[in-house]
Nanobody, 122 residues
Framework: EVQLVESGGGLVQPGGSLRLSCAASRFNFGNYYIRWFRQAPGKQREGISCIRFKDGTSYYTDYLKGRFTISSDIAKNTVYLQMNSLEPEDSAVYYC???????????????WGQGTQVTVSS
């Protein structure tokens, strides 16, 4: 069974940083586009940055004023989301998703991870 597994979430104070990881189980990210999403309680799932895994080309990088940076590690078959200057409004469940051809959208994707909770609070 194909799985995406997110990790790295947790509780952080405002202004702090976290790095989320998205690892693939039983398939290779090679030909996929990987995108991070987040969903806060009562809100729609929103897309964050996206990366074309095979060459590291990133998309939607201006989102969230550049505080979040997406990257990939081919050797580890993993995609990361570095989040800096975190604000309480960034609290949400963060998901990664994979799709061939182009970046995933909330309604068009091949695989979803189970999500990891990020809470920004003092």
């Amino acid at each position: 069974e194909v799985q995406l597994v997110e990790s790295g979430g947790g509780l952080v104070q405002p202004g702090g940083s976290l790095r989320l990881s998205c690892a693939a189980s039983r398939f290779n990210f090679g030909n996929y586009y990987i995108r991070w999403f987040r969903q806060a309680p009562g809100k729609q799932r929103e897309g964050i940055s996206c990366i074309r895994f095979k060459d590291g080309t990133s998309y939607y990088t201006d989102y969230l004023k550049g505080r979040f940076t997406i990257s990939s590690d081919i050797a580890k078959n993993t995609v990361y989301l570095q989040m800096n200057s975190l604000e309480p409004e960034d609290s949400a469940v963060y998901y990664c998703a994979a799709r061939t051809i182009t970046c995933p959208t909330p309604y068009l994707t091949d695989y979803w991870g189970q999500g990891t909770q990020v809470t920004v609070s003092s």
